[in-house]
């Protein structure tokens, strides 16, 4: 009998202890759990930046290359290269550049500055200076 009473006083004792420790342990593991997936998300996101952003430049420096081979050399030669051909060269450039990225790419353009075509014209600008500087004198 005194046994019996015991195991009925020590159950709920027991079965309230053990439900707080499994309450505090499921909520550690929930923060835990969401703490890593914010690093996950963090560590996606940045990959991702990373991936449109190499993915932008090398579209960037692979059209004025083209732009700059196809269309620029030639007017150079001819001795025709106005400020009218250097904006055509750049209508070129942004319209071949803005054809080849993809539809997320140029959402992620749109998530990181209010006005595109301002933001590709500073990277095309800044990419035809580079080829500037890199191209030996002939």
């Avoid at 996950?40 to 190499?54: F, P, Q, R």
Wanted: aromatic share 8%; charged share 30%; net charge neutral.
């Amino acid at each position: 009998k005194m046994f019996d009473s015991f195991i009925n006083y020590m159950v709920p004792v027991v079965g309230t202890a053990l439900g707080t420790l499994l309450s505090a342990l499921l909520a550690y593991l929930i923060v835990y759990i969401n703490k890593k997936k914010q690093a996950l998300l963090e560590t996606s996101k940045s990959e991702t930046e990373k991936k449109y952003i190499e993915k932008i430049s090398k579209t960037i420096t692979d059209c004025v290359i083209a732009t700059n081979q196809t269309f620029v050399e030639t007017l150079k030669k001819e001795n025709a290269f106005t400020k009218e051909a250097q904006e055509e060269a750049f209508q070129k450039t942004i319209t071949n550049v803005m054809s080849i990225l993809s539809e997320d790419c140029i959402e992620y353009l749109e998530s990181i500055t209010s006005d595109i075509t301002v933001y590709l014209r500073n990277k095309i600008e800044a990419e035809v200076n580079k080829n500037k500087i890199e191209k030996p004198k002939e």
